[in-house]
């Protein structure tokens, strides 16, 4: 949830976001509806095109669990 509201208050379609993320649309598809798991490294490059710190997208993925 907060990968795509992010991405949304970006102005950034799936596709323009997984391009900016290096990873496949589907991919981006399953990770915002929590269908998959992410290792650190994609983490990483998400909260890169997302333009934030990987810390800082962790604490906002934090806050939407709780």
Known sequence: MAIRRKRHKL???Q???ADKAN???TYVS???LGK???SVAIAYKIAF???MS???LIREVEKNLQ
């Open 54 to 56: 990987l810390s800082r």
């Open 11 to 13: 102005n950034l379609s």
């Open 49 to 51: 095109a997302l333009k």
């Open 23 to 25: 990873i496949h649309r």
């Open 15 to 17: 596709e323009d976001f």
């Open 30 to 32: 399953s990770i915002e």
């Open 36 to 38: 998959v798991d992410i």
